[in-house]
């Protein structure tokens, strides 16, 4: 099945830097999504991308659809000990697919 | 607001006594999903239904179970809990399109005693 290779794996960051991950797939996807897991909750969408190029703002969160459809980038700037949590990157494959494949996760701790 | 909601948000069963976990939606999606999440790790897709048509993941073991009695709701039935099944249970709802992605609930945090 498809793959959705993500990294880093985790991240520690000072407060009011910038963070950078990607994910990464052998075959092409038409639907980027990334997703925001917070401790003892379900995930949360954050960004949707539908086409090739696509670069998408959602606040200080930017997010692009590769232009080869095979992987994805996401940049939080300026951040805040509230960006903590495991962030997902997901996306669907194939015309007509409503099942999502899972990246396995960015775990991003901020020091303050 | 549109939303899906998930009953309990946490859950205390003893070993291999049946437990269901509840999961209900105002979207009006076609397909309701069961993910399994351990620690720190993606959510593992267990089942789905899109609409009455159910969909095992060929890896979910028997012990899985699930209704849809209605559009509206889903439940996860677990016959006899061990141990290795303590995790936090998603429910997502989709509207089968592939577009917008999956609407998840909190979850529900299962303890087995």
């Known amino acids: 099945g498809q793959q959705l290779n993500q990294s880093p794996q985790s991240m520690f960051i000072q407060e009011g830097e910038d963070v950078s991950m990607n994910c990464t797939s052998s075959s092409i996807f038409n639907t980027w999504l990334w997703y925001k897991q917070e401790p003892g909750e379900g995930p949360v969408l954050l960004i949707a991308?539908?086409?090739?190029?696509e670069l998408t703002s959602n606040g200080r969160l930017t997010a692009q659809f590769g232009i080869t459809r095979k992987d994805s980038f996401l940049n939080i700037s300026a951040s805040i000990p509230s960006d903590v949590g495991i962030y997902f990157c997901a996306g669907f494959s194939g015309a007509g697919s409503y099942q999502l494949t899972f990246g396995k996760g960015t775990k991003l701790s901020v020091i303050p | 607001d549109a939303m899906v909601i998930q009953n309990p948000r946490y859950q205390v069963t003893q070993f291999g006594k049946p437990v269901t976990l509840s999961c209900s939606q105002t979207l009006n999606h076609n397909v309701m999903y069961w993910y399994q999440q351990k620690s720190s790790q993606a959510p593992k897709l267990l089942f789905h239904?899109?609409?009455?048509?159910?969909?095992n993941e060929a890896d979910t073991p028997d012990n899985f179970q699930s209704r849809r009695p209605n559009t509206s709701f889903c439940f996860l039935d677990i016959r006899s809990p061990g141990l290795g099944d303590a995790a936090m249970y998603l429910c997502?709802?989709?509207?089968?399109?592939?577009?917008?992605?999956?609407?998840f609930g909190s979850g529900t945090r299962l303890t087995v005693v």
């Open positions: 991308l539908y086409k090739a190029g």
């Open positions: 997502a709802t989709s509207s089968g399109t592939g577009v917008g992605g999956y609407t």
């Open positions: 239904y899109y609409d009455k048509d159910f969909n």
